[in-house]
């Protein structure tokens, strides 16, 4: 069953919550597109911002 069904399958009355874990979407898009990147700790970032880290690199200390 996927989640759209289950929402669908809901009534008024009640409340959904839905909550996506998009921590690493950026790196995972990057390295869709680089896959050299693929196990390297590694950051993507926008406007000096980190906007989303690897698993890999979470912990680390990044300069950007």
């Known amino acids: 069953?996927?989640?759209?069904?289950v929402v669908q399958g809901i009534d008024d009355a009640e409340?959904?919550?839905v909550h996506f874990d998009l921590d690493c979407f950026f790196v995972q898009?990057?390295?869709?597109r680089y896959p050299r990147l693929m196990g390297k700790p590694?950051?993507?970032h926008?406007?000096?911002d980190i906007i989303s880290a690897s698993?890999?690199?979470k912990g680390l200390i990044f300069l950007i």
């Open 1 to 5: 069953e996927t989640t759209l069904e």
């Open 15 to 17: 409340q959904v919550i």
């Open 29 to 32: 898009v990057e390295r869709k």
């Open 42 to 44: 590694m950051v993507v």
């Open 46 to 48: 926008q406007h000096k």
């Open 55 to 57: 698993y890999e690199g």
